[in-house]
């Protein structure tokens, strides 16, 4: 379940180890790790990261059971609608995750880029890698949204943190900043901000989330695009590839 507030923020570097959990992203020396969605009236439904078992899970014991859904209630562990997770360890970190991934449908914060539109197949190693005809929404499982605040974040973070990472790249909510000071303010459509290595250093008022994306920021990667006008990342943004990170997605 998400943790409850604490009256102290940390900010953390962005070094360390970022291990991916899933189908085929798995490396030499990560072990896969099982875990089980959660459950309701209908039964329950386990997800592994592992790649034998990923593409098979279901669920079991109720009426309602469907792949990597479950019974009625259930809800997938992994969190990426491709079934694979790049950030945050699902045995330590259930109810978030960093999904890699691609979208053409424009922005975090228009009302288009709060629905699904390629039926969730989007993400590196879903169907649509390109993310072409895809939202945010689409790179997150069902029962699960693109993370909202960077209060949410520390809500559904077992640490209150970002993670560290093995991997370049930007996991981006639908928070902004306010023109000028910076200062993160949930309804702007001023920059990106996330958990990553890629942009500026977020603002104090942040945290968690430890990384920022900017317009002329966008113009120094190889797949983030942030539209022509200044100050309107959040209306503009879409991803050409599957590189350089994505979104946070919550659990709901």
Known sequence: MPRAWSATLVIVAATGCNAIFGVDDLGPGIVPASSTASSGSGGSATASTSEAQSSAAQGVGGAGGGSAIGGSGGVPTVGCSDETRELFDPAQDPDIAGCSGAWSVAGVQTAQSMVIHCNRQAG?????????????????????????????????????????????????????????????????????????????????????????????????????????????????????????????????
């Open 124 to 252: 590196n190693d879903g169907t649509i890698p390109t993310g072409l005809g895809c939202s945010v929404e689409d790179l997150c499982s069902p029962g699960w949204h693109v993370c909202a605040t960077s209060s949410e974040v520390f809500m559904h973070s077992s640490t209150g943190l970002c993670p560290t990472y093995l991997v370049p790249g930007l996991w981006i909510t639908r928070q902004g900043q306010g023109e000028g000071t910076n200062q993160c303010a949930p309804a702007s459509v001023n920059n990106l901000v996330g958990c990553g290595t890629f942009g500026d250093v977020a603002h104090a008022t942040c945290a968690p989330l430890d990384r920022r994306l900017d317009f002329g920021s966008c113009d120094m990667t190889a797949t983030w695009e942030c539209g022509l006008a200044l100050d309107q990342e959040g209306i503009n943004v879409t991803k050409i590839g599957s590189d350089e990170g994505g979104v946070l997605c919550c659990r709901d």
